[in-house]
């Protein structure tokens, strides 16, 4: 069976199912709470340049442009997201003017083949909701992080977020199975590492997923030039809607800076 590449998470996240459901979140959810308290406090300056990776169907930078952030530049790989975005932000008003929002097509792994992003200096980025996570193999994850970091200018900070591994004693149970069927190699074949899933959820679509554990995503940073800030779950951030909660599980958010 072929293993899980960045061509399955392109098409999965292009698939109708997804679209729709990622669409309906960029106009109706927004930001969460959690979100935009740690926004504003790693990104004061709502006039320096950010870029979004991962922005998928526009929530988080549509969202920013309301709230003033007006030096935005957002990009997905899935095309069908960015076309929701670029639609999304045409029905705000956030698509004309000096202030308007660049979204474009890019791979984070391959960030110099697009030319807008490789020739500018942003003073932050954001990879919200997982998207990092969302990279098949752990080599490509850290090649997505070194590219977000060649594009920063230094001081710069990068904001994200991954699902635990450990974060319920049900869950540290399914991953000690989890663990004894790779030892036996008995686990989904199309994994590439432990702690990848791979699942279909109705009205989501079907979704890749690595769930790192905290020293991990510390090497992850260290090994890559970031310098670790913060992180905290979701919960001990702020308190979240019932909406937010349907949309999402508990996350790590991570800040780390250039
Ligand atoms: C869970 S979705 C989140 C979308 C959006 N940020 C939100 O919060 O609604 C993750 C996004 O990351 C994007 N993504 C995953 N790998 C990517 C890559 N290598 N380059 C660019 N985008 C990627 C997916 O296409 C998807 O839109």
């Avoid at 980025?125 to 070194?146: C, E, K, T």
Wanted: contains cysteine; aromatic residues 10%.
């Amino acid at each position: 069976m072929e293993k899980i590449t960045a061509a399955t998470v392109r098409a999965d996240f292009n698939d109708l199912v997804a679209v729709v459901h990622y669409t309906r979140a960029a106009h109706e959810l927004g930001l969460w709470a959690s979100e935009r308290k740690l926004i504003e406090r790693f990104f004061p300056d709502p006039s320096a340049p950010l870029l979004e990776a991962g922005c998928g169907a526009g929530r988080v930078t549509v969202a920013l442009w309301a709230l003033g952030y007006h030096a935005l530049t957002a990009f997905d790989f899935a095309d069908e997201l960015v076309d929701q975005a670029r639609s999304l932000a045409a029905e705000r008003g956030a698509d004309s003017g000096p202030h308007a929002v660049r979204f474009l097509s890019a791979d984070a792994t391959r960030l110099s083949d697009c030319h807008v992003i490789r020739d500018t200096r942003f003073s932050g980025v954001l990879f919200l909701f997982n998207g990092l996570m969302q990279i098949p193999g752990r080599q490509h994850r850290r090649a997505a992080l070194r590219e977000l970091h060649r594009v920063c200018a230094p001081g710069a900070p990068l904001l994200f977020t991954t699902h635990d591994r450990n974060s319920s004693p049900s869950e540290r149970a399914q991953w000690r199975l989890e663990k004894l069927r790779w030892s036996r190699g008995e686990h989904d074949p199309r994994l590439l590492e432990f702690g990848d899933r791979y699942f279909d959820e109705s009205g989501v679509g079907r979704t890749f997923m690595h769930l790192p554990d905290r020293a991990e995503i510390l090497a992850d940073l260290a090994a890559t030039d970031w310098t670790h800030e913060f992180d905290g779950l979701r919960r001990t951030i702020a308190k979240e809607s019932k909406a937010v909660h349907e949309f999402s599980d508990e996350c790590r958010f991570w800040a780390a800076r250039k």
